[in-house]
């Protein structure tokens, strides 16, 4: 059974700080790519963070310099860490893990996990 199982998401003021958790579980963590999407009321689900499986990163232009996405690979959990927070970072936050062999394509997805950011 494959797990991904998201945590830290709530209520901040702007300008404040975030750590999102992904826990993986049914999979083999150290081959897949990892990601964070979001996804805003009306807008289109969008990619904010990846990190390949070998460790690079790359991230959305809104967010470049104030997050950061990273992974443990003896937890078999990714984290995205945010700073900086504004009202337009206010969406529901997904974990993915995308992993491509050939002919096949193996992707996941998390339940989702609220971030509003509001004074």
């Known amino acids: 059974q494959v797990q991904l199982v998201e945590s830290g998401g709530g209520l901040v003021q702007p300008g404040g700080s975030l750590r999102l958790s992904c826990a993986a579980s049914g999979i083999t963590f150290s081959l897949y790519n990892m990601g964070w999407y979001r996804q805003a009321p009306g807008k289109q689900r969008e990619l904010v963070a990846d990190?390949?499986?070998?460790?690079?990163?790359a991230y959305a232009d809104s967010v470049k310099g104030r997050f950061t996405i990273s992974r443990d690979s003896a937890k078999n959990t990714v984290y995205l860490q945010m700073n900086s927070l504004k009202p337009e970072d206010t969406a529901v936050y997904y974990c993915?893990?995308?992993?491509?062999?050939?002919?096949?394509?193996?992707?996941?997805w998390g339940q989702g996990t609220q971030i509003t950011v509001s004074s």
């Open positions: 993915n893990a995308k992993r491509s062999i050939v002919r096949q394509i193996l992707e996941y």
């Open positions: 990190i390949t499986y070998v460790g690079s990163t």
